[in-house]
């Protein structure tokens, strides 16, 4: 039976950020207990606890920093990701914290988000770390952002105060690439005024909850449907010699990183340019006819041709970029100030190559927005545009027409940590195989 395009039940994935007492724990404790996805005994334990944070109210805070050292230094230094489901879409939450000193957590939390919510206190509007968490969501093309402006009881509801704070918004989202869909919503995070429920206290406000946004905010056009992508992770070859249907079989698998695949339909393999036809497409536990981005399959070959581990089938239309030169936006994660001539290894979908930075392009000011051309270096938590060489062409798109080929991680050779998170550049230079015989 041929698959439709739709998940049965789609997955929304945000990210929270807000500086830290913005109250993100409160909001997410708010989230998953309003929508009933908590555990009862969990619920009962907090009940059971409510007296001691005083005024017998819940401490929902409580919920979401669990065990974390936030409470006992005020840190928070982990991305921990929490999951809750109401019967539109399940949810899967990344919340970073806000440190300055973490940028490198934010790039990582949200790194796969759809959606973005950055929490504002509607005592302070706008301050430094709501225009670092708003320009991070943006450059790591995050197609959704929720301006959730808190404590808005604590200014009593006044309409002016949020008009104030969004239109300071307006005045800088315009300088920020691909910040189409913002929705700016009045809350209390501590009393659940338009968390869940829509609040009796903002009559001026017509617009939808936060829960009710982010069960019906439009997410399926998120992935790239147009170009195929599919970076080969493993060659799977059962060699089971007490089963005969098995012992020929060769399929390459992996992730879809961007658009559909058919059964019959030509590809071509990179960097070698051979040309063939998918067979077979298996999941775990059957055949498709055909499957999409992100899912995880199995892709057998007409041709038995030498493919391995890094390499990457693409469809015949929307070409991607091959080069050993490339340039890329990075965060840089490292204590240690990234400069010219510094050698790494770079891993992009499934390949791991070596690589050199060759140049510092520029460094983006944070607080104003503008770029500083030719830094002599990028310190810990600096974005900047640098250039890079690799040991083998990479096959790879720009990061704003598809986020899993278009970004990658710099890890530092010896310790194998990671040093930097990059977003590439549009290609210069698109593939140009010879399409004579690859009649579609």
């Not at 991070?136 to 959730?148: S, Y």
């Not at 083998?392 to 194998?416: C, H």
Request: with cysteine; net charge negative.
């Amino acid at each position: 039976m041929p698959h439709t395009h739709s998940h049965p039940v789609e997955i929304l994935r945000f990210n929270t950020c807000g500086s830290v007492d913005d109250g993100k724990s409160t909001l997410i404790g708010r989230l998953l207990y309003d929508s009933k996805s908590l555990m009862e005994d969990q619920i009962e334990a907090l009940e059971r606890s409510a007296d001691i944070t005083g005024g017998g109210q819940i401490n929902l805070a409580n919920l979401t920093d669990g065990l974390r050292a936030e409470r006992e230094q005020g840190i928070t230094i982990d991305v921990a990701y929490r999951y809750f489901a109401t019967p539109r879409r399940k949810f899967i939450i990344a919340d970073t914290p806000g440190h300055i000193q973490y940028t490198r957590n934010m790039v990582t939390g949200a790194s796969t988000a759809n959606l973005s919510i950055v929490l504002v206190d509607a005592r302070n509007g706008v301050t430094e770390q709501s225009r670092r968490h708003t320009c991070i969501a943006a450059l790591l093309g995050i197609p959704h952002l929720i301006v959730a402006i808190n404590k808005m009881d604590l200014v009593g509801w006044d309409e002016d105060r949020f008009l104030e704070i969004r239109d300071e918004f307006e005045g800088f989202l315009p300088r920020l690439d691909g910040m189409r869909d913002v929705k700016f919503i009045p809350i209390s995070a501590l009393n659940g005024d338009n968390v869940v429920d829509a609040s009796p206290k903002t009559p001026w406000y017509q617009g939808p909850t936060l829960l009710g946004h982010l069960e019906t905010v439009h997410i399926a056009s998120d992935w790239d449907l147009s170009r195929f992508r599919f970076p080969v992770q493993w060659v799977n070859r059962p060699n089971n010699p007490r089963d005969p249907a098995l012992h020929d079989f060769r399929g390459l698998s992996g992730q879809i990183a961007a658009g559909i695949v058919r059964k019959g339909q030509p590809v071509l393999v990179l960097p070698s340019g051979v040309k063939t036809r998918v067979k077979e497409i298996w999941t775990y536990d059957r055949s498709l006819d055909e499957a999409f981005c992100p899912q995880s399959v199995t892709l057998v070959l007409e041709d038995d041709l030498d493919v391995s581990r890094g390499d990457m089938l693409i469809g015949p239309d929307f070409l991607p970029g091959m080069s050993s030169e490339v340039r890329a936006r990075v965060c840089w994660m490292n204590p240690k100030p990234l400069q010219r001539g510094r050698k790494c290894f770079l891993k992009h979908t499934s390949s791991t190559v070596q690589a050199v930075v060759t140049g510092i392009d520029s460094r983006l000011d944070i607080r104003t927005f503008e770029s500083e051309p030719e830094p002599p270096e990028l310190a810990m938590n600096d974005l900047g545009e640098i250039r890079i060489r690799t040991s083998k062409p990479l096959v790879y798109d720009g990061y704003a027409s598809s986020r899993l080929t278009g970004s990658f991680i710099l890890i530092e050779q010896g310790t194998n940590m990671t040093i930097a998170a990059g977003m590439l550049q549009p290609p210069t230079e698109i593939v140009k195989p010879d399409y004579t015989d690859f009649a579609i």
